[in-house]
């Protein structure tokens, strides 16, 4: 797959709600995540790792009450979404999220991601 093929499978997989599928399947085994600085889990490395964040990301979550992820832009190896979450968590009640993600692909796979966000 080339990079747009990645951004749009990613894309449709987390729409659907199959977040830790779409890790097993378009994530590089030694992946990187990038948090904000300062954020639990501000470097992980490995596709287990994510996908143990992205579980206990969503383990915490009590209610999605609306969530949306926008067409990719792609540019070489490169593809960006924006990303809103209107969710409840167990821990922290209700919050409105609004997010950039930016992915490198290589040979098919996604190799690193990175979360950009304010952190008001």
């Not at 904000?36 to 790792?49: D, S």
């Amino acid at each position: 797959m080339n990079t747009w093929d990645v951004a749009k499978k990613w894309q449709e997989m987390c729409n659907k709600g199959e977040n830790l599928d779409c890790i097993n399947e378009l994530y590089a085994d030694n992946v990187t995540s990038n948090e904000m600085p300062g954020m639990p889990g501000e470097k992980i490395t490995g596709k287990q790792e994510v996908w143990n964040k992205n579980k206990e990301w969503l383990d915490n979550v009590t209610e999605f009450h609306s969530s949306s992820i926008s067409e990719p832009v792609v540019a070489g190896n490169y593809f960006t979404t924006k990303m809103d979450f209107d969710v409840t968590f167990k821990d922290r009640g209700r919050q409105q999220m609004e997010e950039l993600a930016v992915f490198e692909v290589k040979d098919g796979k996604i190799v690193s991601e990175q979360f950009l966000y304010s952190m008001e």
